[in-house]
């Protein structure tokens, strides 16, 4: 199994960015597609990005498109989820998640592996 670790979270006003983390262990990163999801308090787990094993390919929810980037760089094991433009809606917990056999995959129930998660705060 893999382990992952989020970090980068943290307080920004509106208007401003955020660099999420997400460094993975145990089995071979490359083998994965990675995700970000966000919770927000008393709300559903929801899709943010998805990242192919190798190709690049990449997948975005509407509401962040065009001010979050995923990347990855598999000889460092590590996923990002460059958030810009931030909104006082994006406040959730937010979780990256790996999946062993699908890939882009756009519901929770797709990935094998998740996070703790890392809380990211945006004011007005």
């Known amino acids: 199994q893999v382990q992952l670790v989020e970090s980068g979270g943290g307080a920004v006003q509106a208007g401003g960015s955020l660099k999420l983390s997400c460094a993975a262990s145990g089995r071979t990163f490359s083998n994965y597609a990675m995700a970000w999801f966000r919770q927000a308090p008393g709300k559903e787990r929801e899709f943010v990005t998805a990242?192919?094993?190798?190709?690049?390919?990449?997948n975005y929810a509407d509401s962040v498109k065009g001010r979050f980037t995923v990347s990855r760089d598999n000889a460092k094991n590590t996923v990002y989820l460059q958030m810009n433009s931030l909104k006082p809606q994006d406040t959730a917990v937010y979780y990256c998640a790996a999946d062993l056999y699908r890939s882009l995959g756009t519901t929770p129930v797709n990935y094998d592996y998740w996070g703790q998660g890392t809380q990211v705060t945006v004011s007005s």
């Open positions: 990242i192919s094993r190798k190709e690049g390919l990449t």
